[in-house]
T-cell receptor, first 114, second 112 residues
């Protein structure tokens, strides 16, 4: 089946630890995105990538890092520098370019810092 | 700064009611407005609107965009308990990355 997968579904982290959230897509989409969602709030953009080996900061990139070594993969690392990392993280992909603005979302990872 | 405001923040109705959700925006170089439905996990795409006055319709859901007044509405007729979700509005602006700016959502609860 075509789609976007994220793992793990739930993640617990101790303060001071880095953790990496996985995002994979087999839709052959060029663009990929990471969002953070806090309770009662909309989605805020962390990082995005339009092509392999290239990515840009979104609105709240501090304390996060990403890589885009393969078209289908866009992992997000939450570093110890992120002061309040407990949130729901959503990955999305889009065909990119001028084709459409529609983004398709994965099921999300809920990160809790203990 | 781009801004998307949704109202109401939450809404409780009974099955069979009709609801109207609102989304207003202030975005530089507007390109399109999108509606998503989020039930606990991944937002699922509903509509994308780019032109004023053209209604997009899918079953009991419909949406229309007013580019002059900078808002959109999402209508749901004959609501069902399965319509209970957070409805998100997002706006994209012209540029290379097709970034979306999201509103905070409307929590819709449909009671039996």
């Amino acid at each position: 089946d075509g789609g976007i997968t994220q793992s793990p579904k739930y993640l617990f982290r101790k303060e001071g630890q880095n953790v990496t959230l996985s995002c994979e897509q087999n839709l052959n989409h060029d663009a990929m995105y990471w969002y953070r969602q806090d309770p009662g709030q909309g989605l805020r953009l962390i990082y995005y990538s339009q092509i392999v080996n290239d990515f840009q900061k979104g609105d709240i990139a501090e304390g996060y890092s990403v890589s885009r070594e393969k078209k289908e993969s866009f992992p997000l690392t939450v570093t110890s520098a992120q002061k309040n990392p407990t949130a729901f993280y959503l990955c999305a992909s889009s065909p990119g370019g001028l084709k459409t603005d529609t983004q398709y979302f994965g099921p999300g990872t809920r990160l809790t810092v203990l | 700064e781009d801004k998307v405001v949704q109202s109401p923040l939450s809404l409780v109705v009974h099955e069979g009611d009709t609801v109207t959700l609102n989304c207003s925006y202030e975005v530089t170089n507007f390109r399109s407005l999108l509606w998503y439905k989020q039930e606990k996990k991944a937002p699922t795409f509903l509509f994308m609107l780019t032109s004023s006055g053209i209604e997009k319709k899918s079953g009991r859901l419909s949406s229309i965009l007013d580019k002059k007044e900078l808002f959109s509405i999402l209508n749901i007729t004959a609501t069902q308990t399965g319509d209970s979700a957070v409805y998100l509005c997002a706006v994209s602006h012209s540029g290379s990355a097709r970034q979306l700016t999201f509103g905070s959502g409307t929590q819709l609860t449909v009671l039996p």
